[in-house]
């Protein structure tokens, strides 16, 4: 996937679907300035329901945590749950979605600036 707004590009590539891994990468004036890499895996046979609510979860990120979704976010039986070290120039976190009380996804992440 890729977004383009400007002097700005961000490009997303993954592979695999329930286990997955990806990067994300910002350029600014064709340079790379800023990357994440993750590597995830679902608990659950079918994942739509659970991708549907982590497509939500992840149109909630602010600006003071732009890395994945919020801290914390609840819909209904879904509880998404992000923790992260560090800073946006050189970050590591995990996250999780648990459906009631069971863990159906995690996510780890790390990234930072490229100079």
Same mark, same amino acid.
């Given at each position: ?12 590539? &993954? ?24 590597? +995830? ?9 659970? &991708? ?16 994945? +979704? ?15 070290? +560090? ?23 790390? +990234?930072?600036?490229?100079?």
């Amino acid at each position: 996937m890729t977004y383009e707004s400007g002097v700005f590009k961000y490009w997303d590539t &993954f592979v695999g679907s329930a286990n997955f891994s990806g990067s994300e990468v910002v350029y600014y004036e064709d340079a790379p300035i800023w990357s994440m890499n993750y590597v +995830g895996c679902s608990f659950l046979e079918d994942t739509s329901a659970m &991708f549907s609510f982590l497509t939500e979860v992840l149109g909630h990120v602010t600006v003071e945590m732009p890395y994945r +979704g919020p801290a914390f976010y609840r819909d209904g039986k879904y509880t998404y749950v992000n923790e992260v070290a +560090g800073d946006f120039d050189w970050f590591e976190g995990d996250e999780k979605i648990y459906y009631q009380e069971e863990l159906i996804y995690e996510l780890r992440y790390h +990234g930072g600036k490229i100079k």
